[in-house]
């Protein structure tokens, strides 16, 4: 019997993950029931939620509810992502500091706002398919995906 053997090792920790409260600062987290608009369906973690009746959903047209929180009890799939299901409860920050991956470019103080139907957030400015976001960069966004720290103050659109 052969076993496999480690051959290589990073030599730093990652900068973050989607989702993931940041630092100590004042936040305001909140829980909801996860809605989803297809069975299958989930809300990956550091996106937009929107009210849904009693939960909340993926981002829509809908003034923002909040950015889905990582949820640490939960395992990763085979592609290292996880997500929130149909029924379950899902954290979400209206007030604070996380790490969100961003759609397009921008620097620290840019303003932010969300792709409608992912929840994404994006650099883009509000248009037909972008909702405006009470969000800012806290750092430089150099490639889109790119991991990066957000402030966020949902309170201010309710």
Request: hydrophobic share 35%; proline share 3%; net charge negative.
């Amino acid at each position: 019997m052969t076993q496999g053997v480690q051959t290589s090792y990073e030599d730093k920790m990652e900068k973050g993950y989607p989702g993931q409260i940041l630092d100590l600062e004042p936040k305001l987290i909140r829980s909801g029931f996860c809605k989803v608009a297809s069975p299958g369906d989930t809300i990956p973690f550091g996106r937009v939620v929107t009210r849904s009746g009693e939960g909340v959903k993926l981002g829509e047209t809908d003034p923002a509810f909040g950015l889905s929180v990582r949820d640490l009890a939960r395992e990763n799939d085979a592609d290292g992502n996880a997500a929130y299901a149909e029924g379950e409860t899902v954290g979400f920050m209206q007030v604070g500091f996380m790490y969100c991956e961003i759609d397009g470019t921008g620097s620290a103080g840019d303003a932010l706002t969300y792709i409608d139907g992912t929840g994404q957030l994006s650099t883009a400015a509000a248009d037909a398919s972008h909702t405006a976001l009470n969000a800012i960069l806290e750092e430089d966004c150099a490639t889109t995906g790119d991991l990066c720290k957000v402030r966020i103050n949902i309170l201010a659109n309710l």
